[in-house]
Every structure is written in structure tokens, then in C-alpha cells.
């Protein structure tokens, strides 16, 4: 769909004016533009229809969430002259408005939180902030699990090895992800049947910094992208946490030891389970046992990703790769544990 034809929907289905419409990020599931209209600001996030069953449960949590006291902003559906919180459009598109969120991606201002105190502490305290809300949400869902969304990777990695496995002449990051593909699917698989939490949690899945907002203070001033949210372990978003904020990315590194910034992670913990009242013994290991997950995560996207370019896929490839080899180690395991007890408050 042309932006122009895109615009014309929106103010169709919306009944607002549209004075500019940019097309702002889009990835593997989603494009997102940029909506000015009569001085307020929308996302307009553009969804394939398959993804629609997941929405109704994305706008349940937003709503919850919207009358929480958090400290931070979290997404705001406007709702379609029909009174629906998402509109289809064609057979394969679905449309979902949303305020504007003002603040810049942390990614963005802080690229190396490594050490810096006052935004691990900041991150620990918005985080548990976060996961206290999220864990007073009643839901008896049974399509967005954690255990779903495993078995969604398991179906993705079946067919990129279908796909990549036909290709004649294969670019370096195909024949990587063909090498690796039998440890991939060890581990893939050893998650499927995983124990199910006593009490229900719903983790957000994807707090990686590009979806964490601040102000220009580093203060977090806003969380979005809930449309990956399952019912399964807040331990999921502290291991995607470890993995995306508190590791080396610069490089492929080898030794774990040199890859994860323990200290900085601990000082995201303490500040973390101070916030939610809880003790370390109840959130370290469920955390370090998924430390793999995030890591399959972004390896499940890297064919299909439209922001990649094939040197990013091939740079992805090998560093996902990496950690969950590394992480496959029980020693590296052990090691971080023990770190992470020198730092314990």
C-alpha cells in the first residue's frame, strides 16, 4: 500500500485529518509510521493479518496497564469510528492507532550502559515498576504462552532450513544457520514442556532498548511494544534484559567472563527486586535457565528482518550463535551465578 493510499485509509477508518504521514521503522512483523494530524502525533503501526489473534490480548494488558500508577507512558490505542481498537485493510494488513510516546530510544542515547549506575538503577526500578503491574493482570489465555511461543520458533527454524537448505549458492549467514542447525533445534526443543509458573506472569518478551524511551536526563520516561506479551515468567524479559543490555555486542567474544557485565547487571537486579519485594533466589535461576531464549529470539528474525542487511545477518548470526553456545555451558552458568552473589545486597 502507497503512503498516499495509506493516508487515505487512515482517514477513512479514523476520521482524522492527516497533514503528514512518515514511515518511521519497520521490522519482520510490523511497519510503523509517523501520523501528524491537527497538532497532536500518532504511530500508526501496520500488522499482517496473521497476527491478528494476538491484538485483542495486546489492548487487554494496555488497558490494564492504563490505570496503573507506573512513573512511565505505555501505548494508547485510539479506537476506529467502528469503536475496534484495529481495522484490516486488503486480506493481509491490519491497522492499530496509537498516541505518540515523546522520547528517544534509549538505544539511541546509550549505547554503552555498561558501569553507569544511574541508568541500571533507573532501568532496574522502571522494570520492576513494570513487572509488579504485570503481575496483578487476571488472564486465562491459553494461546499466548510462553510455551507457544517456543513452539513458534521451532516452526520457524523448520522452515528456514527447508528454505535455506534448497538454495544453490548460499550467502555466509545461510550456511552458518545451516551448520548450527542441529544445536538450534536442541535447544529449541529442551524449552518445549518447560514447567509452567504456579502463579500466571505476562512478560512483555522484547525490552530491548530500542523499546524503552527516554528523555534527554536518561530518565525512563516510556515503554512500548507489547504485541509480543505471553503469559509465562518475568524471568524471560530479566534474561533478554542480560542479553541485550548487559553483553558485549560489539564483538564475537569467547569467554564469558569478558562478554557479560555482571556488575552492571547486578546492580540492575538489586535495584530490580528492591522495587518488587521479592528476594534473588526467587528470580536468578529461573532467569539464568532462559538466558538462551533471547538468543533464539533474534535468531528466528534474522532471515526476515527487512532492516538487515545481509552483512547484519551474517553479524547476527554469529553473535546469537555465540551465546547460545556459551550459554549451553553449565560452567558459564555457574560462573555468573556466583558473580552475581558477590554483588547481592
Avoid at 95 to 110: K, M, N, R
Avoid at 270 to 280: A, D, L, V
Avoid at 321 to 331: T, V
Amino acid at each position: 500500500m502507497s503512503i498516499v493510499s495509506l493516508e487515505q485509509t487512515i482517514e477513512s477508518l479514523y476520521g482524522i485529518q492527516i497533514d503528514s504521514i512518515t514511515n518511521v521503522r519497520s521490522g519482520y512483523t510490523n511497519r510503523n509510521f509517523l501520523i501528524r494530524s491537527c497538532g497532536r502525533t500518532y504511530i500508526a503501526r501496520i500488522t499482517q493479518e496473521h497476527r491478528v489473534s494476538h491484538i485483542p490480548f495486546e489492548s487487554y494488558i494496555l488497558e490494564f496497564l492504563s490505570h496503573e500508577r507506573l512513573g512511565f507512558a505505555i501505548p494508547r490505542k485510539i479506537k476506529a469510528k467502528s469503536e475496534r481498537d484495529f481495522v484490516r485493510i486488503g486480506d493481509e494488513d491490519v491497522i492499530t492507532l496509537f498516541d505518540f510516546i515523546p522520547g528517544y530510544q534509549a538505544s539511541d542515547l546509550w549505547r554503552h550502559p555498561f558501569h553507569s549506575t544511574g541508568f541500571t538503577e533507573e532501568l532496574g526500578s522502571k522494570i520492576g515498576v513494570l513487572h509488579s503491574a504485570l503481575s496483578r493482570i487476571q488472564t486465562h489465555t491459553t494461546l499466548h504462552t510462553l510455551e507457544n511461543l517456543v513452539e513458534s520458533y521451532l516452526k520457524k527454524f523448520e522452515q528456514y532450513e527447508n528454505e535455506v537448505s534448497q538454495i544453490e549458492k548460499m550467502l555466509p549467514w545461510q550456511r552458518m544457520f545451516l551448520n548450527n542447525i542441529d544445536m538450534f533445534r536442541e535447544e529449541i526443543t529442551s524449552y518445549i514442556g518447560y514447567p509452567q509458573p504456579k502463579h500466571k506472569e505476562v512478560a512483555h518478551t522484547d525490552l530491548r532498548l530500542q523499546n524503552i524511551l527516554i528523555n534527554r536526563n536518561r530518565t525512563i520516561v516510556g515503554i512500548i511494544d507489547f504485541d509480543d506479551a505471553v503469559v509465562g515468567y518475568h524471568a524471560y524479559d530479566l534474561a533478554k534484559i542480560l542479553v541485550e543490555v548487559y553483553t558485549n555486542r560489539e564483538h564475537v567474544i569467547k569467554n564469558v567472563q569478558e562478554l557479560v557485565d555482571v556488575r552492571g547487571f547486578a546492580e540492575f537486579i538489586n535495584k530490580y527486586i528492591k522495587k518488587r519485594g521479592i528476594k534473588n533466589e526467587e528470580i536468578i535461576p529461573r532467569t539464568l535457565d532462559l538466558l538462551k531464549l533471547p538468543a533464539i529470539h533474534n535468531l528466528s528474525i534474522v532471515g526476515r528482518d527487512p532492516n538487515f542487511d545481509e552483512d547484519e545477518r551474517l553479524k547476527n548470526m554469529e553473535w546469537n550463535s555465540n551465546i547460545i553456545q556459551l550459554f549451553r555451558d553449565e560452567s558459564n552458568i555457574r560462573w555468573i551465578a556466583e558473580e552475581l552473589k558477590n554483588y547481592e545486597k
